[in-house]
């Protein structure tokens, strides 16, 4: 495993890196979707939990993972939280149907229960997506990617364009470290102690001129090597990544139709039969009580045009 860049080039030994391609493809579209389904936090809270639980079951290296939540967590959860109380103040009751204030910051920048809800909803949302994604990473091989996309009868050439691309970014990666040493050892300060923002900016960008050629470089080659192959010529391929199933492929694809299969009935009956009145539920307001409010209204800058 790259343990840099939580990309995984040799399938592990767990029972979940052993499925096939096909199988970790169809459980992460399916569950993804899922994900995006629904703001409920009853339903989210589980969909967060299953995927924290098959990260921790293949034992990975936590470090990257610390520092790549800890990254998410600081830009769109801290930050986006901020702005997000200071554009638009009442979003809260969009989504939950009410107004309870907790804290008068100005006239026009305030703190509501509701919108502290909204927040706690959309980060555990956001934290079930991003376990999602990283549990997949996790477990699947770019070749093991490929397969998949192509199981769900994605054209082959394009599912080898994405394992191509998949399997480049640690080289990549790797390549602009080693430029960067390089141009350390040759004097250039690039240390954020030492050096102030806007050098490391223009050094950095001068390291991305060479990067760009040299992977330039690097497409025309791959593509040449390709093309000597015979790469494209038949309709269908075989994937030397993909295997029988196993007993885990089994019980995951059942396992994605149940999904699958209570994810339209919730958007069936709880988006179309029987709509909750606001997009939240929430346990503090009752359904008596909510208010519908359209979201524009709680824009505050835009009153500067009325």
């Known amino acids: 495993m790259n343990n840099r860049l939580v990309i995984n080039f040799i399938p592990g030994p767990t029972t979940l890196h052993k499925m096939t391609g096909g199988t970790k493809v169809l459980l992460f579209v399916l569950y993804t979707i899922a994900v995006i389904a629904t703001f409920d936090i009853r339903v989210l809270l589980p969909l967060m939990v299953l995927p924290l639980a098959a990260i921790v079951s293949m034992k990975p290296n936590y470090k990257p993972l610390v520092f790549l939540f800890g990254f998410t967590f600081l ?65 699947t091989t770019p070749s093991e990617f490929a397969s998949g ?9 394009i599912c080898i364009i994405v394992s191509l691309a998949y399997r480049t970014i640690p080289d990549i990666a790797h390549r602009f470290i080693d430029i960067r040493n390089s141009m350390m050892m040759r004097g250039v300060e690039l240390d954020s102690r030492r050096a102030s923002l806007g050098k490391r900016l223009k050094y950095t960008g001068a390291m991305l001129a060479p990067l760009i050629i040299s992977s330039f470089g690097r497409v025309e080659s791959i593509a040449n090597a390709m093309d000597l192959r015979g790469f494209g010529r038949h309709r269908k391929r075989t994937w030397y990544a993909e295997h029988e199933l196993t007993r885990a492929d089994r019980i995951m694809r059942a396992f994605a139709a149940a999904l699958a299969a209570a994810t339209l009935f919730y958007i069936a009956y709880f988006k179309i039969i029987n709509p909750y009145p606001v997009t939240m539920w929430c346990p503090f307001v009752s359904p008596e009580n909510i208010t519908k409010t359209n979201v524009f209204d709680t824009l505050f800058f835009l009153k500067w045009f009325d």
């Open 75 to 139: 830009t769109v959860g801290v930050i986006g939280s901020v702005m997000l109380i200071a554009v638009s103040p009442d979003v809260g009751m969009v989504h939950v149907g009410s107004h309870t204030l907790v804290m008068q910051i100005t006239e026009s920048i305030y703190v509501t229960k509701e919108t502290l809800w909204y927040i706690l909803v959309t980060f555990v949302k956001r934290t079930a997506s991003f376990l999602v994604v990283i549990a997949f990473a996790l477990m």
């Open 149 to 157: 996309l192509n199981f769900l009868r994605v054209p082959y050439k």
